[in-house]
Each structure stands twice: as C-alpha cells, then as structure tokens.
C-alpha cells in the first residue's frame, strides 16, 4: 500500500486548520483543528507521515513547509478528494475525506512549485 505507518489530511482555511491523522491500521490518531501559529508544532511532534492537503492558494507553501520537517506531504485536485465524503461538508470532514484520499493509489497529486516558479509579473505603463 504505502511506506508511511501514518497519514494525515490538512483542510487549509486561513486561521484555522482542521487535521485528520490515522495509523496503518485506520486508528484515528488526531482528529482537531488548530490555529495558524500551533500547526509546525502539532505536525513536528507527529512521526513521520504522508500528508495530504487540496489545492490551493497556499498549498504549495505548506507542501514544502512540511516536506522539510521529514513528512511526505502531496497536494491533490478537489476532485480526488469528494468520493471520500461521506458526511455534510465542513472543515474536519474535509479533513478526513483528504487523509482517505491521500491513502490510495489511484489519486493523482500535483507536482510541488518551488518558490522560484513564482509567475512575475511586470507593470507596464
């Protein structure tokens, strides 16, 4: 299946970030939202793991935020993520939908940007 005993969906949203994290076995390990400023620590304290967080304006930033702590974060379409909902949509059950769907094969992620793909943009007058 996958070489991480650990995955974990990240539902961004602006000042709060809901977070979903199973082991191997689908045992829920953390299941909460937290603030902006606690989410490196809550991530650093964790094990390694996969992390799957949707695309979005800050998503490439967080990707490689996370990938330098150890963990194997991957950012995927929204459309990868809906079949996995199985309940009303709000920020953690968007968080589990995105670890179940960070634990397949089938899912299709989005390369990494790194900073240096920023599009320039030039004022012309």
């Not at 390369?111 to 920023?118: A, F, G, I, Q, V």
Request: proline share 5%.
């Amino acid at each position: 299946m996958s070489d991480y005993s650990y995955f974990c969906g990240i539902d961004l949203a602006k000042n709060h970030f809901s977070l979903h994290a199973v082991d191997q076995n689908g045992k829920v390990i953390l299941h909460k939202s937290v603030t902006r400023s606690k989410l490196l620590t809550t991530i650093a304290n964790m094990p390694l793991m996969r992390i799957g967080v949707e695309t979005c304006s800050g998503a490439h930033y967080w990707a490689r935020t996370l990938n330098k702590l150890g963990h194997d974060a991957r950012i995927m379409a929204v459309k990868y993520v809906i079949p996995y909902r199985t309940k009303g949509k709000n920020d953690l059950n968007d968080a589990v939908a995105i670890c179940e769907a960070v634990q397949r094969l089938s899912t299709r992620f989005v390369p990494e940007n790194p900073p240096s793909n920023k599009p320039s943009y030039r004022y012309i007058a």
